[in-house]
Structure formats: C-alpha cells, structure tokens
C-alpha cells in the first residue's frame, strides 16, 4: 500500500506561484502514473495534470502554461509547480498513483488546501 503525502499548499494572491509537491511512502519506479486532482467547493474532482512512467503529461485547458507537473523517482516525489494562479484555481489538491496506465487509482492523498485571493 503507497501511502502518498502532500505538501505546499497555503494562501496566496492571484498571479502569485505555489509548488505543492507529493511524497510517496515507497518506490514510484514502478507506478505508471501519477498525477494531481482538485476539487472546488461544490465541484466535482477534475484531473489537473497527469505523468507517466516515461514523462509524458497531460493538463486540463484551464492550466495549460501556467502549471508544470514533474516527477523524481529517486525522491519517489511528484510535483506540481503552479504559476500565475487565478482565484478559480482555488480548490483542494489530491496527488493520486496508479501501477497500470489504464483504470481507476489506486491511491489518493489526504489533500492539500490552495486559496488564491483576488
């Protein structure tokens, strides 16, 4: 069972940077994807970025350019550098893995707050 763990989060003004970062309890070599969700108040979770094994990522539209999703598997960290942030970024973030490109995923953090004040 990877146990995953997130990290900086906090408050910060709109066009203002956070990097939140993603700690996993064991090796990610072998986990294929790891990838960042948000939910809003009132929202439904939505995948914001997403990477594989071999590097490949995906973003939704709303933060093409301005988000960056990295991960280091000798840190077994996944990280999330976000740039000129918008009030509507505000949401909680999840960090979630899976082993097998396709299907649900298997593990889920506790979340991280992010709040972007106009």
């Known amino acids: 069972q990877v146990q995953l763990v997130e990290s900086g989060g906090g408050l910060v003004q709109a066009g203002g940077s956070l990097r939140l970062s993603c700690a996993a309890s064991?090796?990610?070599?072998?986990?294929?994807?790891m990838a960042w969700y948000r939910q809003a108040p009132g929202k439904q979770r939505e995948l914001v970025a997403r990477?594989?094994?071999?590097?490949?990522?995906n973003y939704v539209d709303s933060v093409k350019g301005r988000f960056t999703i990295s991960r280091d598997n000798a840190k077994n960290t996944v990280n999330l550098q976000m740039n000129s942030l918008k009030p509507e970024d505000t949401a909680v973030y999840y960090c979630?893995?899976?082993?097998?490109?396709?299907?649900?995923?298997?593990?889920w953090g506790q979340g991280t707050q992010v709040t972007v004040s106009s």
């Open positions: 979630a893995a899976k082993r097998r490109f396709a299907g649900a995923y298997d593990y």
């Open positions: 064991e090796s990610i070599f072998s986990i294929n994807v």
């Open positions: 990477i594989t094994s071999s590097g490949s990522t």
